[in-house]
Structure formats: C-alpha cells, structure tokens
C-alpha cells in the first residue's frame, strides 16, 4: 500500500511538473520576454522570444528587471561625457563605462563652470580639460558654479582694450584682452608693448597706424555688424550717423550703448545693431538684403512670411493641410475655437480620413514643417502671447469619450476633448432610440489603422452601428400601424416603409464623428464605397429594404431576400 | 635697297605674329590655370612636396566621403537597426518597439562611435595612402625608411582630424624624419554628434522633443523632425554657418493608431 502511495506521489508529480513545464514554454513563446538584441539589430527590447537574436542573452523578464539591459549612465572618459539613460550593454559595445547610478549621483559627472576662451558653458572637469586642450587654451573649472546663467556671466570676464607695440620700426595695434596683450611681451619681434583698457585702436591719441574706416564686417558667434579699423581690428557696432566721430572710433561702446538698442534694425541702411532672433548679421546680397549706407554687411531679417503672413524667428502656427481644422485656444483651457467661430469643426470637411495636422514655426529665416501624428492623434492648437504666434501639436485626447454617458463629463475638457451632441441614441450598448439624452463624441475624430488592425478601429466604428428597429401590425380592415419604431421608417404602410432619410442622416454623423468611420470623404475629397452607399439610400435609390448579416450584404424585396453580396461594392456593380 | 623696306615690313610682320601668339599662349595659360588650378594643385601631390601635405591631400577626398555618409546614417557607415528615408538608411539612435514607452538608446558614447566608425572605414585608404607615398618618393630616387604607427580620428570643434604615428625617413641628398602625419576636414560633426546626443536622451526620458527648444539654445544650428507613419522621427540637424548636415532616426512613445489591446 506504501509503495502505491509513493508511486502515486511520484506520478502525481511528474505530471505536476510536466504541466507547468508546458504552460511555461506556452507562455515564453505568446508573451514577452527581454531580448538584449531583437533579429532586426534593436537593443533590449521587449518581445516575443522568436524575435529575439539567439546569439544574444534573453530574460523572461521585462528589460528594466534584468542585469544586462538595466539602465544607468554611460561615462565616456576619453570625452569626459555622461550620457544617460543607458542600458548596460549598450555602453559597454560602446567602450564606455556604465554606472548603475544616475549622472547625477556618479562623482565623474560632477559639472561645473568651464571658461574656454570667451565662452563659458557647464560640464564635467575631464569635458572642460578635453575642451581646453582642443581650443589650445588652459582649462578653467569652477566646480561652485554650477548655474547655466551664473557661469555666463563670468565669460569674456577679460576687457578688451587697445594693445599698442612697435613691430618694425612702427607703432602699431590689436585690440586683444590684456592677459593677450602681456603674452605679447614675450616676443622679441615686438617692443614697447603697451595696453590700454576699453579703448580701441583707432583712437587718435595712441598715435598708432590704425585708424577710422567705411568697413564693416560680421564676427562668428555674434549677431552685430561691427566697423573695422585700417588695421583689421574689430571697433563699434556699425552706426552710419557716427562714422565720423571721433569719439566713437575712441572708446569702446557697449552693445546696450549703440544705435537703437532695442530695435530688431533687421534692413536698417544705418544701424549693424542686430537683436538676435529677430534679425542677425549677414553680407549684402545683391536682390535680397537691402544696400547699407557703407560697407558690405546688414542686419538681416530673420523672419518668414507665409501665405502673405510675417512671421518672426521664433513662431509658429498651425499649417492648413488639407482634411484638418484651424484650432485656436484663446483661454489656453481646452475651449477650442474652429475657424475663429464655431466650438465644433465641420465634420463633412474637417478631420477627414488621411488627414494629418502640421505645425509650422519660423526660425532663422527658415519655415520648418512638422507633422503632428498620423491618424490625428495629435492635433495642432494655436495661440498668441503678447502678439508672439505659438503653435503646438498637443495631444487629442479622444479614447475615453465614448463612454461618457452625462453632458458633464463629456465636456470635463481638461481631461479629454470631446463633444456632446443632444440626440435620442447613445453610442455603444445603449443603441435603443429614443431613451438617452445624448451622445459623447470625440471633438476631433480619429483615425485608425485598418491596414494593420492593431488600433481596433472595427470595434470602435462599431460604436456607432445602429439598427432600424420596427414593428408594425396589420388589423382586420388591412391598415397598417407601429407597433414600436416609428422613428426611422416614413410609415407603417408598405408603400412607405423606407427609412426616413432625417434619421438616416442623424445616423450618418453619428459614424462620422465616432472617427474615420462610415460614409466620409478623404483627405483630399474623394469618396469611398460607404459613401456612395450612403448617398443611394439617402436619395431613395436603393432597392429595397438593405440588411448586413455576419458580414454578408443582403438586399431584399418586402419580404424575400433576393441575392447576397459580400461588400457593398459588390452590391452595387452587380446590382 | 629697294628690298630694305620690305624686309623691315616683313619683320614688323613677323614680330607682330609672334606677339599675337605669345599673347594666345598666355590666354590659353591663365584660362586653363583658372579653370583647372585646384586640380593640378591636388594632383601634385606625387612629387616634391611634403609628405604631410602629400597626406593631407591623399586622404582629405575619403575622409570628407565617409563623414558624409556617416553623417546621412545616424553615425555609423553601415548601419546597425535603421528605416529607410529618403533613399537613405538612417540608424536608429533610440528606440522602442513597444506603445507609450519611452524608447532605448541604442548607440552610446555616440561621440566615441563615430570616431571609432571614422577610423575603421579610413584603415585602408590610411595604409593606401602611405604605399603610394612611399612608391612615390621611391620613384623620385629617395631613400625610405618607414615606420608604420597607429592613427587616431578627432572630432573638435569644427572639424575632423587624422592623427598617424607613423615615422616616415627620406634620404637622397641629405635626409629628412617626418614623425606624424595629420589630415584635417572642415566639418562641425563634433557639434552635431552633441546635439544630437542631447536630443537622443530627451526622448529616451520624456518621449518626443522639441526642436525649437534645442535651436533657441543653438542659435546656429536649425533642427527639423519629420514624423513617419509608423510613429518614428527623423532628426535632420544642420548647422547654419557650414552647411554641415546630421540626421538620425529615434522611436519613443508611440501611438497606435486607434486603441491598441495588449
């Protein structure tokens, strides 16, 4: 009896075992596991395990949950960079060294104020070395300055001023800083080397060959047109009403100081004061920039005109691609505003199926194009700050309209944007007529992905299906009355039982604004085969009575069903 | 007597002639040195000049080739996971197959990359290079002593360096050591690699970034991101004052279209 017992335990077991070694097998192969290399060369991505490199390691596990795809920081020490999130053997393959921990809390990483040359900008000290060493300059590391703002501010510390020597046997000069200017002592090929801060070198009292011109140039990294002394040394910023004062080609004259300060001068004939974004220094061209009074620079315009419209660098808006509507949100609140009047969009003609909104934005004198997201799941809103257009593409947060059954929540537009359309039929489950008080639409309809089906956009059109229920009943005297369902039929007489082409149209935006459903034009105004369906039930040219069954079309006489079709398309080439 | 005149007629003939030829020669002399001057500066390289700039200009034509290229395929000459854009196969620098996560980095140190993607394609024209330059010289009737070093690829700001080791000896009347050989390319991708690092985290941490955000902080650069229909963005980052270009593809937080059940 022992022994039974014990081989019962055994077997009992053995299938235990067997069983939950299959479904494990059944489950690796139908859910995700981690492949540290996808087939297709993709790093520690989440997947079917066929679709995992078998020359690489795999988890049954997500990524995050595993020692080879867990993610911290890359630490270049050649560069002196810390790159972060990064997963463990993606920096590694690299050559770099991976810290679990984040940049921030990896000494390496530490940032401070780097000063190289006149700029200054925050990184590592190995970065701010590698960067020293590149421009040929000693490094300077702050590691107590650690804001962007406060390190900008202690660039270009050095003033600038007039450093005069005599080379040759003449007196001559370069406007350099004075740490530049002492460096100049060293060489034996100059003497009586002298510097004088703040001042340039056309100043007349330095007695140097350097002296007042009708040249202009442009410097890199900065914005201004600036005058340029006889000997190449940089002087003012270009201002055409001073080229001959003598104090002007003196001292050195701050940005904040010079001609009209506060003017973009994009064009200005007189002014090299440019005012980055708005307008930046740039050469003469003969048919696009205006001539300036002397010399051969110009602020130019930075800004863009579209549609006959100015832009300035720096805006944007929304573009007017076909299918799609012109949304403003004054409020910034989610109170859309369609074509600056109505709260709705058209729904014949806007958000149509291959619609795609796009968001424009002027920069650099330059208009780029962005498209928001296929299938309108991002849709372009526009704005204006103090006059400054401002376009996004947000999100079109339309999945949860469906099922909102009050007013109230439909509209709660800080948590989606929807639309409630006052109607007896609701959406979904609730297709009985006559007993709701309306229906929750999204406010700017979808569109889904049909030729892949990921998006179930058949289940989510389904929403919207109805059926024209009725009854009626026949009394001794042969005269027809409803018993139920009188909303969609024209009359209970024979002659009249045709849907009634009010209802028909209700139903038809109830598919329209579900999403890319029913009868809709696309994009570009095109009708598809639910279209001209619609339009021949609507204008009473359909044949009779028309029903979809499992899938098949099925058109009827009164009472006998004739022929069936597999699609309307069908239907309607053979009918 | 008589002929006297006619002779000094002929003569005056003559002269003129040959001015007029002499005047054609050196037409035809500046139009064809105007036309043709940075070429025969280029292909000048086999003779009497210096080793380094028989180098540079050895090199220059490939390294600017291949920069090109690795610079239209997100880093890499031959790249790893990529889509089609344009005709170009663009690398994905990010990347996630899943929707609403942000994607994986898929190239880390990208700085370090390309450099290292510069070198492997340039191995060849480098040991290229130094043969013919030693043909070269041999065929000029130089002595050569060559020592074969490592060489390293830069990028710096605003451009890209080759550094080699190699020891080159030239003896013919006297002798003279050449000990490193150095080519340079103007070209930001140092500056374009970082910015696009910069990007490529944001959306490995917060999904899609926002190009007029990453131009107001580089002025001169401009930043254009173009959606594809599957939910990947290509980045095309060109820097303003150069003309320097560099693109790559990134796929984070994605959207089905419609409502995805997993």
């Known amino acids: 009896m022992k022994k039974r017992i014990i081989s019962l335990i055994f077997l009992t077991s053995i299938l235990v075992l067997t069983l939950i070694l299959f479904s494990m097998s059944f489950v690796s192969a139908e859910s995700n596991v981690c492949c540290e290399k996808l087939k297709t060369g993709q790093f520690c991505q989440n997947a079917p395990i066929v679709e995992c490199d078998t020359s690489f390691e795999t988890a049954p596990t997500s990524c995050e949950s595993t020692n080879f795809c867990s993610v911290g920081t890359c630490i270049d020490s050649q560069e002196g960079l810390c790159e972060g999130p990064i997963s463990k053997n993606v920096c590694n393959n690299g050559g770099g060294v991976w810290d679990p921990r984040a940049a921030t809390e990896v000494p390496q990483c530490n940032e401070g104020c780097c000063i190289v040359g006149d700029g200054a900008f925050i990184a590592t000290q190995t970065r701010c070395k590698k960067m020293a060493s590149d421009y040929g300059t000693q490094t300077n590391f702050n590691p107590s300055i650690t804001s962007e703002v406060q390190c900008s501010a202690n660039a270009g510390g050095d003033i600038k001023g007039a450093c005069t020597f005599e080379k040759e046997s003449a007196k001559t000069c370069k406007l350099l800083t004075k740490t530049e200017c002492n460096s100049m002592k060293g060489d034996s090929q100059n003497s009586n080397v002298d510097f004088f801060e703040g001042i340039l070198c056309s100043d007349e009292t330095l007695g140097t060959n350097c002296g007042p011109t009708e040249e202009t140039t442009c410097v890199p990294g900065q914005d201004e047109v600036y005058f340029v002394d006889s000997c190449g040394n940089l002087a003012n910023v270009y201002d055409f009403n001073k080229i001959k004062d003598k104090d002007y080609w003196s001292k050195i004259v701050s940005k904040e100081d010079s001609c009209n300060a506060i003017g973009n001068n994009a064009n ?82 806007e958000n149509l199926p291959g619609s795609i909104y796009e968001r424009l934005s002027c920069y650099n004198g330059e208009i780029s194009i962005e498209n928001c997201y296929d299938g309108r799941q991002k849709v372009c809103v526009q704005d204006s700050i103090n006059g400054i257009k401002n376009a996004a593409c947000t999100q079109n947060l339309w999945k949860s309209c469906y099922e909102q059954t009050t007013e109230k929540d439909c509209m709660e537009r800080s948590v989606r944007k929807c639309t409630w359309v006052g109607t007896d039929y609701s959406l979904g489950s609730q ?34 299906s109805i059926s024209c229920d009725y009854e009626i009943e026949k009394n001794g005297l042969a005269q027809y009355s409803f018993k139920s369902g009188s909303a969609c039929i024209n009359g209970p007489d024979p002659k009249e039982r045709t849907i009634k082409a009010s209802w028909a149209n209700e139903m038809n935006s109830r598919c329209i604004q579900v999403g890319d459903c029913g009868p809709k034009l696309n994009y570009l105004g095109q009708p598809g085969d639910m279209q001209v369906v619609a339009e021949k039930v609507l204008s009473g040219g359909a044949k009779g009575d028309i029903l979809k069954s499992n899938g098949k079309i099925i058109q009827t006489t009164r009472n006998n069903v004739l022929r069936i079709f597999n699609s309307w398309k069908d239907y309607f080439n053979r009918g | 007597m008589k002929g006297a005149p006619s002779g000094s007629k002929e003569n005056t003939k003559g002269q003129v002639t040959i001015f007029v030829i002499l005047a054609l020669v050196i037409v035809v002399a500046g139009v064809l040195i105007y036309f043709f001057y940075p070429n025969i500066i280029s292909t000048s390289n086999s003779l009497e000049e210096n080793p380094k700039i028989y180098f540079q200009n050895c090199i220059e034509d490939t390294l600017r080739q291949n920069v090109e290229t690795l610079s239209s395929q997100g880093g890499s000459i031959t790249p790893g996971a990529n889509i089609t854009y344009k005709g170009e196969q663009i690398e994905y620098l990010c990347y996630t197959n899943e929707y609403y996560t942000p994607c994986v980095i898929q190239v880390a140190p990208l700085t370090s990359h390309i450099e290292s993607e510069l070198k492997n394609s340039l191995v060849q024209k480098v040991n290229e290079c130094f043969d013919s330059m030693k043909a070269d010289y041999s065929n000029k009737g130089y002595e050569i002593s060559f020592k074969s070093g490592e060489f390293s690829v830069d990028l710096l700001p605003k451009k890209v360096i080759i550094q080699s080791n190699s020891t080159l000896t030239l003896s013919k009347d006297s002798t003279q050591k050449y000990e490193s050989f150095e080519a340079v390319l103007d070209n930001n991708l140092y500056e374009l690699a970082s910015i696009s690092r910069m990007i490529v985290s944001w959306e490995a941490v917060y999904g899609g970034s926002e190009p007029m955000l990453f131009m107001s902080y580089y002025p001169k650069f401009n930043i254009k991101k173009n959606m594809q229909s599957d939910g990947t963005n290509i980045y095309i980052l060109i820097d303003t004052e150069t003309g320097d270009k560099f693109q790559f593809a990134s796929r984070s937080l994605v959207q089905p279209l419609g409502v995805a059940f997993s």
């Open chain 1, 268 to 349: 200005s004939l007189s002014c090299g004061n440019c005012n980055y974004p708005l307008s930046t220094c740039l050469a003469y061209k003969r048919g696009e920039t205006s001539v300036p009074n002397v010399g051969n620079y110009i602020c130019k315009d930075l800004g863009c005109t579209f549609n006959g419209v100015k832009y300035q660098s720096g805006e944007s808006w929304c573009g007017l691609a076909p299918g799609t509507s012109n949304i403003t949100d004054k409020n910034n609140n989610g109170s859309y505003l369609y074509n600056g009047k109505t709260s709705t969009p058209n729904i014949l003609t």
């Open chain 1, 431 to 464: 297709k009985v007529g006559g007993e709701a008080s309306g229906a929750c639409y999204p406010l700017n309809s979808p569109g889904f992905d049909f030729w892949a089906g990921e998006g179930n956009g058949d289940a989510i059109c389904s929403y919207a």
